[in-house]
Nanobody
Framework: QVQLVESGGGLVQAGGSLRLSCAAS????????MGWFRQAPGKEREFVAA????????YYADSVKGRFTISRDNVKNTVYLQMNSLKPEDTAVYYC??????????????WGQGTQVSVSS
């Protein structure tokens, strides 16, 4: 079992930045693809970014490419999502995930509780 706890969410103005962290416990994350998803009110959960086991490969949704950066520290058992140039449409609950990978929720077995990100215009 892997327990995931997100932090770093909050309210920011458009154009601002936030850095989300995801601290894992229970097992090392080194054997998992780690990802971030988000869900806005009334919308389905959508893929944001993912990173391979060693961090050598990263994947992004087109809507965040060039603005968001995913990274991981397997020693600290932590994953990060640096979000720059935030837009009001980035407002959502952001979830950290661990699993076998892909752009669909079914590829991830473990989920955090989520952290709210709100971007004002």
């Amino acid at each position: 079992q892997v327990q995931l706890v997100e932090s770093g969410g909050g309210l920011v103005q458009a154009g601002g930045s936030l850095r989300l962290s995801c601290a894992a416990s229970g097992r090392t994350i080194s054997s998992y693809v780690m990802g971030w998803f988000r869900q806005a009110p009334g919308k389905e959960r959508e893929f944001v970014a993912a990173i391979s086991w060693t961090g050598g490969m990263t994947y992004y949704a087109d809507s965040v490419k060039g603005r968001f950066t995913i990274s991981r520290d397997n020693v600290k058992n932590t994953v990060y999502l640096q979000m720059n140039s935030l837009k009001p449409e980035d407002t959502a609950v952001y979830y950290c995930t661990a699993g076998t990978g892909g752009r669909l929720p079914k590829g991830y077995a473990y989920w955090g509780q989520g952290t709210q990100v709100s971007v004002s215009s």
